[in-house]
């Protein structure tokens, strides 16, 4: 079967497997893998030619139905040297595992995970303004907080500057005591 040398839909030829995208190449890789595996599994022997021929339909099937416009000669080129180490990956690690298919949460976990979330939200907020509002101008490390920067780092004078240990007035009084 002949391959035309442009893509139909597109009107424009067919890139060389080579001047791909990586995450394309890789792509294509992984549905040869899959494919190769599932023959694998009903089977219990890799592949030969002839199985890799229509495998390689298979994929290039795949390869149309997305933007990837390659022709079916590189697939095949490309599955044909990919197949020893496939069959040596196979061999060595045995068949993946499937992924399980991702469980939705149901609307009473989404509830309580949002609920969850506005606790938590409200509970920052009240530790912040408290903290806030004990002593706005002085932390640890600053004697008198002047502002704060856009990423929201505080600047102004620190307590060495003043000569000062933290929480400590100017008479030389633990302001903690």
């Known amino acids: 079967m002949e391959m035309p040398l442009t893509d139909k839909k597109k009107l424009r030829p067919y890139k060389p497997y080579g001047d791909l995208r990586q995450k394309q190449k890789s792509k294509i890789s992984d549905w040869m893998f899959q494919v190769v595996c599932d023959y694998y599994g009903e089977h219990g022997i890799m592949p030969d030619d002839e199985k890799i021929d229509s495998l390689a339909r298979t994929v290039y099937a795949k390869?149309?139905?997305t933007a990837i416009v390659v022709s079916y000669?590189?697939?095949l080129r490309v599955f044909h040297k990919k197949q020893?180490?496939?069959?040596e990956r196979i061999e060595t690690n045995g068949l993946p595992i499937p992924k399980a298919?991702?469980?939705k949460k149901t609307e009473a976990e989404k509830s309580a995970i949002k609920r969850l979330q506005r606790q938590n939200r409200k509970k920052k907020k009240a530790a912040a303004l408290a903290q806030l509002q004990d002593?706005?101008?002085q932390n640890d490390y600053f004697y008198y907080i002047a502002g704060y920067t856009s990423g929201?780092?505080?600047y102004g004078v620190t307590w060495e500057e003043m000569?000062?240990?933290p929480y400590e007035d100017s008479t030389g009084m633990d302001l903690d005591e």
């Not at 020893?84 to 069959?87: D, E, G």
């Open 63 to 65: 390869v149309q139905g």
């Open 73 to 75: 000669e590189d697939i």
């Open 84 to 87: 020893a180490r496939f069959s």
């Open 101 to 103: 298919p991702k469980q």
């Open 135 to 137: 002593n706005p101008d």
């Open 152 to 154: 929201g780092a505080p």
């Open 163 to 165: 000569g000062l240990q």
